[in-house]
């Protein structure tokens, strides 16, 4: 017990908010303050994906010209996906398909899945005291279940510390189904100004780095180097192989002396993607760890790299987030 203070969120916790108006009228928001500078906006209605970052009240994430859609919107034809991919922090890709729509044994698959459209079936907050640490806890579950078809469910933690600035994100995938199914996921972290500028410094200790077309192969010497917004720029991407399990990516701002750093098990998310994209108002840094390549299902069964699910059996994954 604090003798100084009358509430808890005079030094951090998390506050349940609604939009008014727009797209995204209704859609309930998580708005996460751990007490040390570190701010995390998180969109239950939206698959508990982090819409917004900021770190000492400066802005770490890129949000589309989307802004905030609701899942009511989402149109799964083709590449539509786009017309409400609201990017924030974290949008997660699958968990039937990631990346180019394909079909893949008799199944249409959309541009990166449908799971960031769906809302979350449940979802709730606390605060968990251990030994003096404190950490705000935020736990969803998502459905991604049809009749005739695939069964799979989201199970998520989103661990935030109050003694540094550092958040996990734990998922664990499970089959409720009686078949075998194919699934998909990739964490689409969207990096923006101003921690994003043609200053950034990225750093990814990757052994090999094979760019995904022509396009990115024509200007690969430059992966690592960002660029100021450039009219009619055209994405690049490159995938990055590591020969270690513990991978830590980054990226930091020398202007701001502020670093952000994402860390996971490259063994288990074997698909890392790095995606550029310089453009006027379309100006973002993907740094992206999955469990696949985002060329569409059809072309990771062909590669051998699509992961499977037995009935009752569950994959988890978990990528940690630190901003100093």
């Known amino acids: 017990m604090n003798e100084y203070i009358g509430h808890d969120s005079q030094l951090y916790g998390i506050e349940e908010h609604r939009l008014v108006g727009g797209k995204g009228d209704g859609m309930r928001l998580y708005e996460v303050n751990n007490g040390k500078g570190l701010e995390l906006t998180v969109s239950p209605d939206r698959n508990g994906d982090i819409t917004r970052l900021r770190y000492k009240g400066i802005n770490m994430s890129y949000m589309s010209p989307c802004g905030y859609v609701a899942g009511a919107y989402y149109d799964s034809i083709g590449s539509n996906w786009l017309n409400s991919f609201t990017a924030g922090f974290l949008t997660t890709c699958g968990l039937n398909g990631v990346g180019t729509p394909c079909n893949d044994n008799g199944e249409d698959i959309p541009l990166h899945g449908s799971i960031a459209n769906t809302p979350c079936d449940r979802a709730y907050f606390y605060e968990e005291d251990e030994a003096e640490k404190t950490d705000l806890v935020i736990k969803t579950i998502t459905k991604d279940e049809t009749i005739f078809g695939r069964k799979l469910r989201l199970f998520r933690e989103i661990r935030v510390s109050t003694k540094d600035n550092s958040f996990t994100v734990t998922d664990t995938v499970k089959n409720t189904g009686d078949k075998v199914e194919p699934f998909e996921i990739l964490y689409h972290m969207n990096m923006g100004y101003p921690l994003l500028d043609e200053d950034s410094i990225i750093t990814i200790p990757s052994d ?37 399990a513990d991978t830590t990516v980054s990226i930091k701002q020398p202007k701001l002396n502020t670093r952000l750093s994402i860390s996971f098990d490259s063994s288990n998310l074997d698909g890392f993607v790095e995606w550029k994209m310089m453009g006027v108002r379309d100006y973002v840094l993907g740094l992206e760890c999955g469990n696949c390549y985002p ?26 987030v630190l901003l100093q």
């Open 208 to 244: 090999e780095v094979i760019p995904r077309d022509d396009h990115a192969a024509a200007d690969i010497e430059n992966w690592m180097h960002m660029e100021k917004p450039t009219a009619n720029y055209r994405e690049r991407c490159y995938y990055h192989k590591f020969d270690k």
């Open 295 to 320: 060329d569409g299902r059809d072309v990771m069964r062909k590669t051998g790299m699509l992961k499977f699910l037995e009935p009752g059996e569950c994959k988890t994954y978990s990528v940690k």
